[in-house]
């Protein structure tokens, strides 16, 4: 296979910087919070953010973190060749259409070996295919990501959980995990098992979280709005101002009133 550096499309730095704003904005609107347990990979050097699938969200997701997490990064998503069609603007940030069967599998590496060839490249992956509810197991993540490593000698592998769980309030929450970084070279030896195993502890851990209910274990990245119901929140906002309390309109107010 080829060098396929010159067949990356032009990522335009303006458009991502307005949709991660316009998304990161959505999501605030949509969810009570969105948080982050276990760090982010730190370093230099290409990566490989492998996620599970659980949402449609997944995708507004990906573009907010390509544009406010990953922002120093090269940031490519491989996604439906016929979606990407439909919405044309992935392309311009960072969306590189996969068509079904071998043609799409060849696509996909060779985009993945472009991207991981630039120091700062980083492809943002659904891992497995297809929608997938979180308890689902065992892990499969798609057998083509495993043979990036040996095209990428200098690429890390790093597993992403994705969740969204109610807790106390009206919205659910987006919650997301980081498991540790796997070196290309325990991926060329191991194969897709070490990536199987790394996605599906970092769920595991981020199940365990997400059951808690606990917003200590997690750092907030946005912080959407807190609301009952306006004709609750107005009657609790009326009795707390004849008590002479600080209105919050948190449902847990008083208990948690971060949850």
């Known amino acids: 296979m ?24 959505d999501l605030a609107r949509s969810f009570h919070a969105v948080r982050r347990s276990g760090d982010p990979p730190s370093g230099s050097g290409p990566l490989v953010v492998y996620a599970n699938h659980p949402s449609w969200w997944d995708g507004e997701l990906f573009v907010w973190l390509a544009a406010c997490v990953f922002c ?6 491989p996604m439906e060749a016929a979606m990407l069609e439909r919405y044309r603007f992935f392309g311009r940030i960072g969306g590189i259409g ?44 798609a057998p083509g990501l495993a043979h990036l490593a040996r095209w990428a000698p200098a690429a890390r592998f790093v597993p992403l959980a994705i969740e ?15 498991g540790d970084a796997i070196p290309a ?11 199987n195993a790394a996605l599906e502890g970092a769920m595991d851990a981020l199940a ?16 959407g709005r807190t609301q009952i119901s306006p004709v609750y929140d107005g009657w609790r906002r009326l009795r707390a101002r004849v008590q002479g309390r600080r209105f919050d309109p948190a449902h847990g107010a008083g208990r948690d009133a971060s949850a």
Request: glycine fraction near 10%.
């Open 2 to 25: 080829g060098p396929a550096r010159d067949a990356l499309p032009e990522v335009s730095p303006l458009l991502l910087h307005v949709f991660g704003r316009l998304f990161a904005r």
């Open 72 to 77: 120093g990064q090269s940031a490519y998503t």
């Open 98 to 141: 996969i068509a079904p069967g071998y043609a799409g599998a060849a696509t996909f590496l060779a985009m993945g070996r472009a991207v991981l060839g630039r120091e700062d490249g980083l492809w943002l992956v659904n891992a497995e295919g297809r929608f997938r509810d979180v308890r689902e197991r065992p892990i499969r993540v």
């Open 164 to 178: 969204y769980a109610f807790w106390n309030e009206r919205r659910p929450n987006l919650l997301l995990r980081f």
């Open 185 to 195: 070279n325990a991926v060329r030896t191991e194969g897709s098992a070490a990536l």
């Open 208 to 223: 365990v979280d997400a059951a808690l209910r606990d917003p200590g274990r997690f750092t907030t990245l946005i912080a």
